[in-house]
């Protein structure tokens, strides 16, 4: 069992950063790949990065790819996102999730707000 809390979101203008933090509870957090998502009203939770449970790979969507920077810290059961050259259309509620090799995200935190103005 995993619970995850995201923080670091708020009202940014456009070209600003901003970096998430998700906590994670469990002793197990090492062994899940993590991953952040975003849903803007009236749209779809989409895919944003994912980490594997090493860190050694990491994984974008395309719109974010150069920007955005996904890190995790085993020892602190944490990972981050750094969002950087921020864009209004990133704008969206941010959730972190876990899942274990193989499987499905299983666990969501409860999402964290990022508004980017023009």
């Known amino acids: 069992q995993v619970q995850l809390v995201e923080s670091g979101g708020g009202l940014v203008q456009a070209g600003g950063s901003l970096r998430l933090s998700c906590a994670a509870s469990?002793?197990?957090?090492?062994?899940?790949?993590m991953g952040w998502f975003r849903q803007a009203p009236g749209t779809e939770r989409n895919f944003v990065a994912a980490?594997?449970?090493?860190?050694?790979?990491?994984y974008y969507a395309d719109s974010v790819k150069g920007r955005f920077s996904i890190s995790r810290d085993n020892a602190k059961n944490t990972v981050y996102l750094q969002m950087n050259s921020l864009k209004p259309e990133d704008t969206a509620v941010y959730y972190c999730?876990?899942?274990?090799?193989?499987?499905?995200?299983?666990?969501w935190g409860q999402g964290t707000q990022v508004t980017v103005s023009s």
């Open positions: 999730a876990a899942r274990l090799a193989g499987g499905t995200y299983s666990y």
């Open positions: 469990g002793r197990t957090f090492s062994s899940y790949t």
């Open positions: 980490i594997t449970w090493s860190g050694g790979y990491t």
